[in-house]
């Protein structure tokens, strides 16, 4: 059964640190691009970073980009974000989606994770 899962959430304060993870099962996990998504109360799914399967080039949106960092270990199937620096504007569940080399995230063959939730909050 292909499966992905997350762990990690929690509640934080701002300015602290978070680190997710994303164990893949039931698949290659090294030939697949690896995404985290997220979706903050109210509002639609945003992309937050991806890393690309092969040479692992990463990307990241402009709201998280020196904060966050993404990382994988094939070996171990499993993809990381790490999160420094969380504003309250980061609360949100965090999603890792699997997709193809040349996918994207919003493809509907998609296979996503069931989300961990992160808070932000004094």
């Known amino acids: 059964e292909v499966q992905l899962v997350e762990s990690g959430g929690g509640l934080v304060q701002p300015g602290g640190s978070l680190r997710l993870s994303c164990a893949a099962s039931?698949?290659?996990?090294?030939?697949?691009?690896m995404y985290w998504v997220r979706q903050a109360p109210g509002k639609g799914l945003e992309w937050v970073s991806i890393?690309?399967?092969?040479?692992?080039?990463?990307y990241y949106a402009d709201s998280v980009t020196g904060r966050f960092t993404i990382s994988r270990d094939n070996a171990k199937n499993t993809v990381f974000l790490q999160m420094n620096s969380l504003k309250p504007e980061d609360t949100a569940v965090y999603y890792c989606?699997?997709?193809?080399?040349?996918?994207?995230?919003?493809?509907?063959?998609?296979?996503w994770g069931q989300g961990t939730q992160v808070t932000v909050s004094s």
């Open positions: 989606v699997r997709t193809a080399p040349a996918g994207s995230w919003r493809d509907v063959d998609n296979v």
């Open positions: 039931g698949f290659t996990f090294s030939f697949y691009k």
């Open positions: 890393i690309n399967s092969g040479i692992p080039t990463t």
